[in-house]
């Protein structure tokens, strides 16, 4: 068929013509009318490809920029956006489903530029929720990767997961969690990890709960393993930095495993306990030092020291 074509007038020394398709204003009482763009379909060819593109500026000026909005609306709901990508509906035809990508522009010159994902405020009810998720699949599901770029002569980039702030109430909760099994398989790991380091110090881990300046107390934090009906319970191993270079000088990594201190009260306790057992032995509690090429590392078991009172005692029984 024939082709057509809308182009604005060209100048050599000014700015080219613009081009405007607008529907006007709507009356008192009706909708103001839509503008419909759209490629036409094919039965056995590929249907048109549809463009939305400004222009390079290859002098002294910007490229520019595109916006995508929808008007305010006084009542009801705002209008929506949607972007999809196209779907494949022959299931034989081995084809996969189109992708979506959203990216910010590269720079050779100074700072990439910057993507921002962001759910709508609200002045009197709840914002909105943002939702990120991989697709449901008939063998697995689709992966979520969040990550930082990479780097080169500077850091690469750093990540944050952080809940929302509040000035009068609870802040938000932040959840990491993979969901139950299904009836044959395990359910998903949770893997937290710092990456190595070849010349510099690998990276550190910190799991803390917030202070409590005022009158509540600070949070709790809850590190144990569920319960299993076979087999042997699951194990929970906190162990200290080795040192792998004899010639080092360097000492292994200290644990410490402490009750909380108490400028008011009674410190708080700490305890170790191997675990009970209704139809068998008890679970075996060991204490010991360090093996050593020159001297064994000591065992230490003492009361805590007293001011005004008496120190702690020991009971071995």
Same mark, same amino acid.
């Given at each position: 068929?024939?082709?057509?074509?809308?182009? &604005?007038?060209? %100048?050599?020394?000014?700015? *080219?013509?613009?081009?405007?398709?607008? %529907?006007?204003?709507?009356?008192?009482?009706?909708?103001? @009318?839509?503008?419909? +763009?759209?490629?036409?379909?094919?039965?056995?060819?590929?249907?048109?490809?549809?463009?939305?593109? !400004?222009?390079?500026? %290859?002098?002294?000026?910007?490229?520019?920029?595109?916006?995508?909005? +929808?008007?305010?609306?006084?009542?009801?709901?705002?209008?929506?956006?949607?972007?999809?990508? @196209?779907?494949?509906?022959?299931?034989?035809?081995?084809?996969?489903?189109?992708? $979506?990508?959203?990216?910010?522009?590269?720079?050779?010159?100074?700072?990439? /530029?910057?993507?921002?994902?962001?759910?709508?405020?609200?002045?009197?009810?709840?914002?909105?929720?943002?939702?990120?998720?991989? /697709?449901?699949?008939?063998?697995?599901?689709?992966?979520?990767?969040?990550?930082?770029?990479? =780097? &080169?002569?500077?850091?690469?980039? *750093?990540?944050?997961?952080? *809940? =929302?702030?509040?000035?009068?109430?609870?802040?938000?909760?932040v959840?990491?969690?993979t969901?139950?099994?299904?009836? !044959?398989?395990?359910?998903?790991?949770?893997?937290?990890?710092?990456?190595?380091?070849?010349?510099g110090?690998?990276? !550190?881990?910190?799991?803390? !709960?917030?202070? *409590? %300046?005022?009158?509540?107390t600070?949070?709790?934090?809850?590190?144990?393993?569920?319960? =299993?009906?076979?087999?042997?319970?699951?194990?929970?191993?906190?162990?200290?930095?080795?040192?792998?270079?004899?010639?080092?000088?360097?000492?292994?990594?200290? $644990?410490?495993?402490?009750?909380?201190?108490?400028?008011?009260?009674?410190?708080?306790?700490?305890?170790?306990?191997?675990?009970?057992?209704?139809?068998?032995?008890? =679970?075996?509690?060991?204490?010991?030092?360090?093996?050593?090429a020159?001297?064994?590392?000591?065992?230490?078991?003492?009361?805590?020291?007293?001011?005004?009172?008496d120190?702690?005692s020991?009971?071995? +029984?």
């Amino acid at each position: 068929g024939g082709s057509m074509s809308l182009i &604005s007038g060209s %100048t050599t020394d000014s700015s *080219s013509g613009a081009v405007t398709m607008q %529907t006007p204003s709507a009356g008192s009482t009706g909708d103001s @009318g839509a503008v419909s +763009i759209t490629t036409g379909s094919a039965s056995n060819g590929n249907s048109g490809t549809m463009a939305l593109s !400004t222009g390079a500026s %290859t002098g002294s000026g910007t490229a520019g920029d595109m916006t995508l909005s +929808i008007g305010d609306g006084v009542v009801g709901q705002g209008g929506s956006v949607s972007v999809t990508a @196209g779907d494949v509906v022959d299931a034989l035809s081995g084809g996969t489903g189109g992708d $979506l990508s959203l990216e910010g522009g590269d720079s050779s010159a100074s700072t990439g /530029g910057s993507s921002s994902l962001t759910a709508g405020a609200s002045s009197s009810a709840d914002g909105g929720v943002l939702s990120l998720s991989g /697709g449901s699949g008939a063998t697995a599901g689709g992966a979520v990767s969040i990550g930082g770029g990479s =780097g &080169s002569s500077g850091d690469g980039g *750093s990540m944050s997961l952080i *809940s =929302g702030s509040t000035t009068d109430s609870s802040s938000g909760a932040v959840t990491m969690q993979t969901p139950s099994a299904g009836s !044959t398989g395990d359910s998903g790991a949770v893997s937290i990890t710092t990456g190595s380091a070849s010349n510099g110090n690998s990276g !550190t881990m910190a799991l803390s !709960t917030g202070a *409590s %300046t005022g009158s509540g107390t600070a949070g709790d934090m809850t590190l144990s393993i569920g319960d =299993g009906v076979v087999g042997q319970g699951g194990s929970v191993s906190v162990t200290a930095g080795d040192v792998v270079d004899a010639l080092s000088g360097g000492t292994g990594g200290d $644990l410490s495993l402490e009750g909380g201190d108490s400028s008011a009260s009674t410190g708080g306790s700490s305890s170790l306990t191997a675990g009970a057992s209704s139809s068998a032995d008890g =679970g075996v509690l060991s204490l010991s030092g360090g093996s050593g090429a020159t001297a064994g590392g000591a065992v230490s078991i003492g009361g805590g020291s007293g001011s005004s009172g008496d120190g702690g005692s020991m009971s071995l +029984i």
